[in-house]
């Protein structure tokens, strides 16, 4: 088996993973990764072992029935096979000394444990379009580190067959004072290709990032969406059997995370195997062979992308409802204070509360708000932030000409806005602002007082599903 | 632009990345050759700023001690030891102390790719190392302006300059690994260092000290064995040799110890800490 492009260097952070802390005896090159380490950690974690445990199948490699013109594909050998993966951090709150070292030799500071993984076990079939997908913080950025051997885990064995490449970050190693042609080199040094190689392949790339007329520049002048091109344009430069992405699709304009979904779809014709990372569920959805839900380290279902995403909007979205909706207290906000924002929801066009809509119903957007002192056709705003933080819908009823009447102190009032869905799938946060005086003094604004998701049967990288017609006509 | 035109790779396939010792030295290469572009990039004086503080060191000290204490009066070739002296000495000091953060620095690197780890306080090395390099022609131009003559001997100094630059990189190496995980690594190094530059014989040569018990002691230190070396190979040859200073051969295997100490220090220190630095930088 190959180990990465690190394998066999001497440096142990290359891609040699078949690792536990208790270092179990390197099995040849590493495939016969089940060794004695494994009964070890039963017994080690054998009381730990979560709920989650019978949910975890071992699916047969969807993609063998996938022609390819890999040889190596028909052997039924996963790409990755993670055993009972654990991490954990530990976490001090200051900082390690020599000092203390050594004048308290054995004291030490209190350390905070976070467990990043919990007891992962799963394989990856060859060929396959892997999705992880899990809130924040749920610890799948943290598994992907862990895959690409990043670190090293805590428990457990993860063995991968075939050369990995990693897209946890595109650029890698960019620097903004030079121009595009060291930046190639860096960040092919760094992929691990050599000098020659990524200066033999250098026109290319530009052409393929269109950036020809900006060779010169550095790349400081560059806008971000010409670095992101330059940089997706170096990544796929370098041969791998597997690939890591962590949502490097969440960049970039519409154009070009279609360019790359397509050389994504190419690499899996290929016989590549892709394994990513992501929070959007449609992406998931739309492309995976198989998926997996983590949540708080633990892995909650792994099977087909519908039952996985059926899995997260039953256990993973109403934990994260509760705690969403708190937004900033009243002190730390912007505003007076002369009126409050006291809450903010959705609701479908029956007048029901919801936390899910689907794309293209009637929406209300509904708060109530507090008066603490009187208030004259006071302007009340809504906006509507998708997972980028864009503000995707701005309105007011100042700048729509609503006449709002006047308010006294301790009077409450509900401003509802009715409006099309027409937004992107994806999960959203609402803001509420509370304005006087023609809008010139702010009393409250409240951003991210509640949040809801957008579902809907269509993906779109754009930010907003409008009706349309397409004509495509022959001119003559 | 989403045709099969278009999205065909650049560059035709993909290319097979190297692997172990080959993307080890490659990854070294091209950081240092980054650095060191981006030190002089559109930058004309950057050269001469380098060369700069060696020189200004040097004046000061060369008035201080002639002018004032007129210590170095009575040594032959004061000037050119000093100078010389200095530049290695420098070399050794700014690898050291700039090697300490250089793994914590390239956090952003460390935290998103697996790679060689060593290569980062290496291509720093390698970096300093070119310009002791240059800076080195420059000073041996002055060297043999000032008087000295040029002999043979001067074919020892690359295996000098080799022994300083496997001892400053084994140290900057192991620095850069400590400093991981102890954060104030860096202080007490900067300290270390300037104690060094007294224990080093560079404003002063290794006859001036009288004492045997601090002799022996400062014939420890590998960085006064080299300078000595250096002194009678290039500058003096009727000055000592280093086994002449220490009191024979025997006396330069400690010295040599602790250079190959470091060396094995800094090689089990990074295998020990490598799978951890990714989460600790």
């Known amino acids: 088996m190959k180990l990465g492009p690190f394998a066999g260097s001497g440096f142990p952070t290359g891609g040699t993973h078949a690792a536990t802390l208790r270092r179990s005896a390197p099995s040849g090159r590493g495939e016969s990764c089940v060794s004695s380490s494994e009964r070890n950690l039963s017994t080690v974690l054998g009381a730990s072992t979560t709920r989650l445990g019978g949910s975890q199948e071992t699916v047969a490699p969807a993609a063998e029935q996938r022609q390819s013109d890999r040889p190596a594909n028909a052997a ?27 004048l308290h030799p054995f004291r030490r500071d209190p350390v905070e444990i976070l467990e990043a993984l919990q007891d992962v076990t799963f394989e990856v079939g060859k060929g396959e379009f892997f999705g992880i997908v899990g809130r924040n913080g749920s610890g799948k950025s943290t598994l992907l580190k862990v895959i690409a051997g990043i670190y090293r885990p805590n428990e457990g064995q993860i063995s991968v067959e075939g050369r990995l490449s990693p897209f946890i970050e595109l650029g890698v190693g960019f620097n903004p004072e030079l121009p595009a042609r060291d930046n190639v080199v860096i960040n092919c040094a760094l992929l691990g290709l050599t000098r020659r190689e990524a200066l033999r392949r250098f026109d290319s790339i530009i052409e393929f990032a269109e950036l020809e007329r900006f060779v010169d520049m550095k790349l400081k002048n560059y806008s971000s969406g010409m670095q992101v091109r330059l940089a997706f344009s170096t990544a796929i430069q370098v041969d791998a059997d597997i690939l890591l992405l962590d949502e490097v699709l969440a960049v970039g304009d519409a154009n070009f995370q279609e360019k790359c979904f397509e050389t994504f779809r190419r690499m899996r014709e290929e016989g590549r195997t892709i394994v990513l990372v992501t929070h959007n569920l449609s992406i998931v959805e739309r492309f995976c062979d198989r998926a997996m839900l983590i949540d708080s380290g633990k892995l909650v279902a792994i099977g087909e992308p519908p039952e996985v995403l059926k899995a997260y909007r039953s256990e993973v979205r109403p934990k994260l409802r509760s705690k969403e909706g708190a937004g900033t207290p009243v002190g730390a906000r ?13 609701e479908d066009s029956s007048g029901q509360r919801v936390e899910t809509c689907l794309q293209g119903e009637q929406i209300r957007v509904c708060a109530r708000v507090l008066f603490h002192s ?58 509420v602002s509370v304005a006087y005086q023609y ?28 009706p349309r017609k397409f004509e495509v006509e022959v001119e003559e | 632009m989403s045709n099969g035109e278009a999205s065909a790779l650049p560059g035709g396939r993909p290319a097979s990345p190297v692997e172990g010792g080959r993307r080890f030295v490659e990854l070294t290469v091209i950081l240092a050759i980054t650095q ?54 420098t070399y050794f000091s700014e690898t050291t102390v700039d090697c300490v953060t250089s793994l914590v620095d390239k956090e952003q690197l460390i935290r998103k790719i697996p790679m060689p780890l060593l290569a980062i306080p290496l291509s ?105 070396q250096m002194r009678h ?31 094995a220090l800094s090689v089990v220190m990074h295998r020990r800490a490598a799978p951890r630095i990714a989460e600790q930088v």
């Open chain 1, 76 to 102: 039924s050998a996963p790409a990755i096979a993670a055993q009972r993966i654990s991490k954990t951090f530990r976490i001090t709150h200051h900082p390690a000394t020599l000092k203390e070292r050594v």
């Open chain 2, 36 to 89: 060191f572009k981006l030190r002089y990039y559109g930058n004309v004086l950057g050269y001469f700023w380098t060369l700069a503080k060696p020189l200004l060191l040097f004046g000061v000290l060369y008035v201080a001690f002639t002018e004032f204490v007129r210590f170095g009066g009575g040594i032959e070739h004061y000037a050119a030891y000093l100078i010389t002296a200095i530049v290695l000495y």
């Open chain 1, 334 to 346: 912007p505003g007076e204070g002369s009126a409050e924002v006291l809450e903010a929801w959705i």
């Open chain 2, 124 to 228: 720093l090395s390698l970096d300093a190392a070119i310009t002791l390099l240059l800076n080195l022609v420059a000073v041996l131009g002055f060297v043999a302006f000032t008087g000295v003559d040029i002999t043979w001997r001067w074919l020892e100094l690359p295996l000098i300059v080799g022994v300083l630059i496997l001892l400053s990189t084994a140290t900057g190496a192991l620095l850069s690994n400590l400093y991981v995980f102890f954060r104030d690594t860096r202080p007490i190094w900067e300290v270390m260092a300037q104690l060094l530059f007294w224990a080093t014989p560079v404003v002063y040569v290794i006859e001036n000290v009288t004492n045997h018990t601090l002799l022996r002691v400062l014939m420890l230190n590998p960085l006064a064995v080299l300078m000595t």
């Open chain 1, 439 to 466: 809008g010139t003094t702010v009393a409250d604004l409240h951003e991210g007082i509640t949040g809801f998701q957008v579902d809907g049967e269509r993906w779109t990288p754009g930010a907003v599903e409008v």
């Open chain 1, 374 to 431: 009187p208030m004259r056709n006071p302007e009340f705003g809504f906006d509507i932030r998708n997972e980028r933080f864009e503000v995707v819908i701005a309105a007011n009823t100042g700048w729509d000409g609503v006449e709002t009447s006047s308010f006294k102190a301790g009077e409450q009032t509900r401003v509802t806005m009715e409006l099309a869905n027409v937004l992107a799938v994806g999960r959203y946060s609402v803001g």
């Open chain 2, 233 to 263: 190979a290039v500058i003096d040859p009727t000055a000592p040799s280093a086994a002449q200073a220490a009191g024979g051969y025997v006396w330069l295997l400690p010295p040599a110890a602790i250079v190959l100490g470091v060396l």
